[in-house]
């Protein structure tokens, strides 16, 4: 069966939202004809509307209406995201970060849509996109030039009954892994838990305030070493989620870190205390110091626990969801810049037993946590592949090699 290769502007029409300008925040109503955004494209969704204009103004705008059939694409930050317009949404105008296509009859709009979902699409839209720090679409004269492989419109639709079957199937065994993913995660976190709920006999609670040193001084630090002498650095990015250790690559000197960064040394238990690291669980204990000490964010709260308390023990407690939940209730400061309070740190009960028994603990919960990051890496694979697997069929697809379900 013959292909033909077409411009993309030869089997579309195209039409690009209007400069920001002409929809000031000023002019938007409680209600009337609806605003649609790059919310709507990125999550296939229509009915959320956030913004409306009076009639007047959709009369002016009325070349920017959106109807049943067309495709919207996101055109910047997230770009080429794509939604097929159903039937029967309220009446209104794509914004400036949308694009408008409109196929004509020589092409389906599903196969447009899965076509432009394909590798060979979006690469083509990167290469041509505009923008460092945010990307934007190029112009539509651009867009318009890039080629598409079209078969006549009985193949397109024979294509995208094998696609529509081969994703389906794609889509219930992803549904299936990330199910046993989270099982996996939700066994452990259940279990973890437990440990800190269901106390033996001659357990007894203490707050964190009373069996840990918080914040231990930088002079401990400089008692020790020249301003010359090497330290660890650790910004932010080194204290990861579900990583015990925190081992640092970089050194500065002393001179250089001493001032306004926040000191710890080797088996001191480290915590973001910042939203939104402090509810991601970024947690770590610190080891491999150069010297014994580093230096990191100022947005670290330092742990120093001695014989009654294990490190490893007291990184499991931090890491609890249930920790981070009510932490988070305790947050301080304004939006975007809420730091977990220091009362809530410090009156935070701790169950403790003996020091052995500690390690006990801690010993069954690392063989615990290392078979679920098997399972997790397991099942992580099992989604990768499964996208991968995706991409191949549209490849294949659009290439004319597709003859049956691939998945």
């Not at 432009?116 to 934007?136: C, R, T, V």
Request: with cysteine; hydrophobic share 40%; glycine share 6%.
């Amino acid at each position: 069966m013959t292909w033909e290769v077409k411009k993309l502007g030869d089997v579309c029409e195209f039409v690009r939202g209007p400069f920001g300008g002409s929809l000031k925040k000023n002019i938007f109503k409680s209600e009337g004809y609806a605003v649609y955004e790059q919310q709507h494209a990125i999550y296939d969704q229509f009915d959320d509307i956030r913004y409306f204009i009076d009639e007047n103004k959709f009369s002016d705008m009325k070349r920017f209406e959106l109807n049943s059939g067309d495709l919207i694409m996101s055109c910047s930050g997230t770009m080429g995201k794509m939604a097929i317009v159903p039937e029967n949404i309220k009446k209104g105008i794509i914004n400036q970060a949308l694009l408008k296509l409109t196929p004509s009859k020589d092409i389906s709009i599903v196969f447009l849509k899965l076509w432009m979902q394909s590798e060979g699409f979006q690469d083509s839209l990167k290469a041509y996109s505009q923008g460092a720090a945010i990307q934007n679409v190029a112009s539509v004269k651009i867009l318009k030039e890039i080629e598409i492989p079209l078969p006549p419109l009985s193949e397109q639709k024979r294509i995208v009954a094998i696609l529509d079957e081969a994703f389906e199937s794609i889509a219930r065994a992803k549904e299936s892994a990330e199910k046993n993913l989270k099982n996996a995660n939700e066994i452990f976190e259940s279990y973890l838990q437990s440990v800190f709920e269901n106390k033996g006999e001659g357990w007894e609670e203490k707050t964190l305030g009373d069996v840990c040193e918080i914040k231990p001084p930088k002079r401990e630090a400089r008692n020790k070493l020249k301003e010359t002498d090497l330290v660890s650095f650790a910004p932010m990015k080194y204290l990861e989620i579900n990583q015990k250790n925190l081992i640092p690559t970089e050194e500065r000197t002393l001179k250089e870190v001493g001032g306004s960064y926040t000191y710890f040394a080797n088996d001191d238990v480290l915590l973001a205390k910042i939203t939104p690291c402090f509810e991601n669980g970024k947690l770590g204990i610190a080891k491999n110091l150069k010297n014994g000490v580093g230096f990191g964010s100022s947005e670290y709260i330092v742990f120093r626990t001695d014989d009654k308390l294990f490190s490893e023990y007291l990184y499991y407690f931090l890491s609890r969801a249930q920790f981070r939940e009510e932490g988070a209730k305790r947050m301080m400061g304004a939006v975007g810049n809420k730091r977990v309070s220091k009362e809530f740190i410090e009156d935070s009960i701790i169950p403790l037993t003996s020091f052995s028994e500690q390690q006990s603990v801690v010993q069954k919960l690392n063989i615990l946590s290392a078979e679920t990051k098997k399972l997790e890496a397991i099942y992580e694979k099992k989604l990768a592949d499964l996208e991968e697997l995706k991409k191949s069929i549209l490849a294949k697809a659009f290439n004319g090699e597709l003859t049956e379900v691939s998945a």
